[in-house]
């Protein structure tokens, strides 16, 4: 599965507005290994990698095709590649476990002697906020929550809760779909979602610094194609709009705490191509 993240966020802080973009790609193989009742082991494994972050005019550009070999982060994320760790979800599409996750970053450091350990912690927190298991966990569910409980036919329609996981922001997501149409090869559904903010008050740290997201709403749309003779994803477009607040308390580099408004629009594409 070949995807995309396309994620804009506008946020003001001390009365400075801050455009941040961001964009991950990634190609994921999965092959299953077990299927036991309605639980299916899979082993997964990234085959390509890549991520830019524009930051007011200043680029961070890593990709691990970078044919150049000149860019240390880029060899970074290619050292991720084919590292095989171990996904179950159940035949409704819901991720019940990932294993072996660290995987991913076993060899991230070999060729740099020169990292120190601090170095390598914080590359490595970085990478876990976007290929990490909570974003795996992410863009594996806003492609495959829209599977149903049970039989549906065309014109039908069907609610599934997820959540929102990404840096500070959580947020509880429900989403009506509904079976616009069936053919031959493929069966397409469109979802409306409303995003509202989670039960959770929990401060949760974001490069070192302690937050909270607050006062969450948005909307999420969703076409998706499945392959008739599979099920598995052959298209998938979801783009999600939230807004809410940031809020940062009192601590050593926040003397006084802050209040950050911020919107979050995110764009996102999965093919089986």
């Given at each position: 599965?070949?995807?995309?993240?396309?994620?804009?966020?506008?946020?003001?802080?001390?009365?400075?507005?801050?455009?941040?973009?961001?964009?991950?790609?990634?190609?994921?193989?999965?092959?299953?290994?077990?299927?036991?009742?309605?639980?299916?082991?899979?082993?997964?494994?990234?085959?390509?990698?890549?991520?830019?972050?524009?930051?007011?005019?200043?680029?961070?550009?890593?990709?691990?095709?970078?044919a150049t070999g000149a860019n240390p982060a880029s060899k970074m994320i290619k050292n991720m590649l084919n590292k095989p760790f171990t996904m179950f979800i159940s035949n409704r599409g819901?991720?019940?476990?990932?294993?072996?996750?660290?995987?991913?970053?076993?060899?991230?450091?070999?060729?740099?002697?020169?990292?120190?350990?601090?170095?390598?912690?914080?590359?490595?927190?970085?990478?876990?906020?976007?290929?990490?298991?909570?974003?795996?966990?992410?863009?594996?569910?806003?492609?495959?929550?829209?599977?149903?409980?049970?039989?549906?036919?065309?014109?039908?329609?069907?609610?599934?809760?997820?959540?929102?996981?990404?840096?500070?922001?959580?947020?509880?997501?429900?989403?009506?779909?509904?079976?616009?149409?069936?053919?031959?090869?493929?069966i397409t559904i469109h979802g409306e979602a409303a995003i509202q903010q989670g039960a959770s008050k929990a401060l949760k740290e974001y490069n070192g610094i302690p937050m909270r997201f607050?006062?969450?709403?948005?909307?999420?749309?969703?076409?998706?194609?499945?392959?008739?003779?599979?099920?598995?994803?052959?298209?998938?477009?979801?783009?999600?709009?939230?807004?809410?607040?940031?809020?940062?308390?009192?601590?050593?580099?926040?003397?006084?705490?802050?209040?950050?408004?911020?919107?979050?629009?995110?764009?996102?594409?999965?093919?089986?191509?």
């Amino acid at each position: 599965m070949k995807s995309d993240a396309n994620m804009t966020i506008i946020q003001t802080i001390n009365g400075t507005k801050q455009l941040i973009s961001t964009l991950m790609t990634g190609m994921m193989a999965h092959k299953v290994i077990a299927i036991k009742d309605t639980v299916y082991e899979m082993e997964v494994q990234f085959r390509s990698l890549g991520v830019r972050v524009d930051v007011g005019g200043k680029v961070v550009d890593m990709r691990s095709d970078d044919a150049t070999g000149a860019n240390p982060a880029s060899k970074m994320i290619k050292n991720m590649l084919n590292k095989p760790f171990t996904m179950f979800i159940s035949n409704r599409g819901k991720v019940l476990e990932l294993k072996n996750i660290d995987n991913l970053y076993s060899r991230m450091f070999e060729g740099f002697p020169q990292i120190t350990d601090a170095q390598k912690a914080q590359f490595k927190a970085q990478m876990e906020q976007s290929f990490g298991e909570k974003s795996i966990r992410t863009s594996f569910q806003d492609s495959f929550s829209v599977v149903p409980a049970g039989p549906v036919g065309q014109g039908d329609k069907w609610v599934s809760n997820t959540t929102l996981e990404s840096g500070a922001i959580s947020a509880n997501i429900k989403t009506t779909y509904t079976l616009q149409g069936i053919t031959a090869d493929a069966i397409t559904i469109h979802g409306e979602a409303a995003i509202q903010q989670g039960a959770s008050k929990a401060l949760k740290e974001y490069n070192g610094i302690p937050m909270r997201f607050t006062n969450a709403t948005g909307s999420s749309t969703a076409n998706i194609k499945l392959d008739r003779a599979t099920g598995w994803i052959s298209e998938s477009k979801v783009t999600k709009l939230v807004s809410g607040i940031i809020e940062v308390p009192d601590g050593p580099k926040t003397p006084g705490g802050m209040t950050i408004p911020m919107s979050v629009t995110v764009d996102m594409t999965a093919t089986n191509k």
